[in-house]
């Protein structure tokens, strides 16, 4: 098969779980380690740092990636969902895995994949482990997928684990309360790890504090440690959370003497997270007058600190693009937007959108007010027609609405 056609076959034959939802969600990890353990154990011939948490696991994983490469290392950076390509999943030093690799991969072990009714995540982990493997990357940066305890991930020894923070998201995997959900997110803490913790609410410390001790693991929290302000290149006001667990880490990394990392790295990384590793998506700014920003914020916790942003902008009138998921919460979400914006409903390009009709009927319950397009694309289109150059043009709800305009 050549690339398209191995893509093809990945999304087509095997569920996956952004794409479909629960189907794909498996509750063990023993598929996971039939793999590893048919490709040799991959993920023991690197170094790993570990990373989990509801919102601002990918921008942590990315400023991470991005400082430990100002500081001379080669690092693999595992993330998901992607936005345009698949090879965005799976990255050394930037450079998205090579479409050779991918195709070779699947070519090799297709029959093994069948056999054992491997998920698309279990797949993928497998490829960027194995790529790691064999480039001899110093260390890889490899954020969960979905929860920790039972992701496909979790079979790595970390340096460090670290945990972003704790809202209600994925819940009918996960857990419904913030207790449940640190459980599941908790579940990367191992053995004698150090593990950082972004940010904390009583019903999460009790128990990171109760994992990291049966684990011996020493537990540091990022809003207790001294950190300076640095500068990024990342805009959105919530980066300013995860550049202190970014530096928290880091300081973690230093203190136990795993690399070299000095002030001028970690100024020249928090700077340069976009151009050393490519990430998309994190309030971009995709064009002016009309200014036009995307963002992938999804859940409760996430719209919030975007949606309060956007109140700090100047602009006439407000646009908003907006599509979510089918398995979504939205009665959790809508009424975090503002009632005086005009709406463009529209519904992602995957099985797992939700009808822009019932988002609009839902929507109204709450005083939002617009119009139902057939795609993003045409919503989008609609937007920037119906916006003068001083108004904002907001595109979100979903990663996969911004995929879809990016």
Known sequence: MNYQETLNWLFAQ???????GGIAYKKDLSNTILLANHLG?????????????????GSVSHMLASVLQEAGYTVGLYTSPHLKDFRERIKINGKMIPKKKVSS????????FEEHSLSFFEMT???????????????????????????????????????????????AFLGTTYAEIATEKGGIIKP??????????????????????????????????????????????????????????????????????????????????????????????LRNKPKVICDTAHNKEGLSFVLNQITEQKFNKLHIVLGVVSDKDISNILPLFPKEASYYFCKPEIPRGLDAGQL??????????????????????NALENASTDDLIFIGGSTFVVAEII
Do not use: C
């Open 41 to 57: 154990k991959p993920h023991h011939n690197f170094k790993s740092i570990h990373i989990a948490g509801t919102n601002g696991k």
């Open 360 to 381: 609009r009927n839902e929507a109204q319950k709450f005083g939002l007010k617009g119009k139902i397009y057939n795609s993003v694309k045409e919503a989008f289109e």
């Open 192 to 285: 004698g790890i150090p593990v950082v913790v972004g940010e904390v609410i009583p019903e999460t410390k009790t128990i990171f504090e109760s994992i990291s001790k049966n684990n011996n693991a020493e537990l540091y929290y990022a809003e207790s440690v001294q950190t300076k302000e640095y500068l990024s290149d990342l805009k959105g006001n919530y980066q300013i959370k995860n550049k202190k667990t970014v530096v928290a880490s880091l300081g973690v990394l230093k203190q136990k003497k795993i690399f070299n990392i000095s002030e001028k790295h970690i100024k020249k990384g928090l700077l340069n997270v976009v151009k050393n590793t490519g990430l998309l998506g994190r309030w971009q700014e």
């Open 105 to 112: 991969f699947i070519a090799e072990h297709k029959r093994f």
């Open 125 to 171: 982990v497998g490829l960027a482990f194995e790529f790691f493997s064999e480039e001899k990357v110093d260390v890889a940066v490899v954020e969960v997928g979905m929860g920790g305890r039972l992701d496909s991930t979790n079979i790595i020894t970390p340096l460090l684990s670290v945990i972003t923070n704790i809202g209600k998201d994925h819940t």
């Open 14 to 20: 095997l569920p996956m779980y952004q794409r479909v």
